[in-house]
């Protein structure tokens, strides 16, 4: 699954910052189910199968946010934005900020 993450720097330490960067990106490459100890975690990208494109990115976007704050708490998710690539897949982009106390 290709997709990518980025953030704000600001208000974290630069190794937190790159931390928290891989751990978004290993956490969003998982596909669900596939973990014995913790079925929930990871995305369900076979669920938009079929959908309608807006349909699709929407239901995405929800799993995404919910997932990130569900694994990740230091962060909250600033956007969810897709485009496609070459075999018709769509590719998220996840942007995220330092969770506010």
Known sequence: MNLYV???????APDEFEDI???LETLLAIRAGSQPLDRELGIDYEQT??????V???MLSLEIIEKV????PRVEVSSVD???DT???LVP?????????
Do not use: M, W
Request: with cysteine; hydrophobic share 25%; charged share 30%.
């Open 6 to 12: 980025d953030g704000d720097s600001e208000g974290f």
């Open 56 to 58: 699709a990115k929407n």
């Open 87 to 89: 075999d018709g897949q």
């Open 82 to 84: 897709f485009t496609g």
């Open 49 to 54: 199968v079929g959908y309608p494109l807006d």
């Open 69 to 72: 704050e569900r694994y990740e």
């Open 93 to 101: 982009h996840i942007y995220f900020v330092k969770a506010g106390g």
């Open 21 to 23: 960067k891989l751990c």
